[in-house]
């Protein structure tokens, strides 16, 4: 079957930096993506891996390692407005996106 | 009209009631989709389309079916709603290609009664 697994929520403070992990299990694979959805609104896109290592992206980067089937977000210098819920989805070999359920994010002061 | 748009923005419905909800897209990309959100659970595909005139069945589409008459809208029609379909609704559309990255309306809230 595929999988996407991931924590259903995670609290950080305000300014520090968070570790979002993804494990994950599809038949195929063409890159992992990761949204950032805020309560009542629609996903955005974030980030992008396709090959293995750390992208970087200001206060976000993120990791892959194909052979381990295993991504993470990082969130460097937390802000209260980085509170939301962030999706992982992986693209199958049928060009489709398979989600995880999301980790809701909460910052305190 | 600029990305993908939705309508309505939510709907209360009576059980055994039509209902569909439209969707559209300027981006002038091939594939499109519906997606259900429901706590707890994430984003579950409900119909597809890789491009005008075809149309897929995702992880839950019982009780859905949908339309892809042309590249800019994919309407999403429940037949006779049941309460089990209250969720919200999100549209999304990709260019189809490897590089499948979607881009989502503001999805809809459907409560049904």
């Known amino acids: 079957g595929q999988n996407i697994d991931q924590p259903t929520e995670m609290t950080a403070t305000e300014g520090a930096i968070v570790q979002i992990n993804c494990t994950y299990q599809?038949?195929?694979?063409?890159?992992l993506f990761w949204y950032q959805q805020h309560a009542g609104e629609a996903p955005t896109f974030l980030s992008y891996?396709?090959l293995d290592g750390l992208e970087e992206k200001g206060r976000f980067s993120s990791f892959l390692s194909r052979s381990k089937g295993y991504s993470y977000l990082l969130l460097k210098e937390l802000q209260m407005k980085d509170s939301a819920s962030y999706l992982c989805?992986?693209?199958?070999?049928?060009?489709?996106?398979?989600w995880g359920a999301g980790t809701k994010l909460i910052i305190k002061p | 009209i600029a990305g993908i748009t939705q309508a309505p923005t939510s709907q209360i419905l009576a059980a055994g009631r039509r209902m569909t909800l439209r969707c559209t897209q300027d981006?002038?990309?091939?594939?499109m989709y519906w997606y259900r959100q429901d706590l707890g659970l994430g984003l579950r595909l409900i119909h597809y389309?890789?491009?005008?005139?075809?149309?897929g069945k995702g992880e839950v589409p019982d009780g859905y079916s949908v339309s892809r008459a042309n590249t800019d809208d994919f309407p999403l029609t429940l037949a006779s709603a049941v309460p089990s379909q209250t969720s919200v609704y999100f549209c999304?559309?990709?260019?189809?290609?490897?590089?499948?990255?979607?881009?989502f309306g503001p999805g809809t809230r459907l409560t049904v009664l």
């Open positions: 989805a992986v693209g199958n070999s049928n060009y489709q996106l398979i």
């Open positions: 999304a559309s990709s260019d189809g290609t490897e590089y499948n990255e979607q881009f």
């Open positions: 599809t038949s195929g694979f063409n890159g």
């Open positions: 981006m002038r990309h091939n594939a």
């Open positions: 389309s890789n491009t005008a005139g075809t149309t």
């Open positions: 891996n396709v």
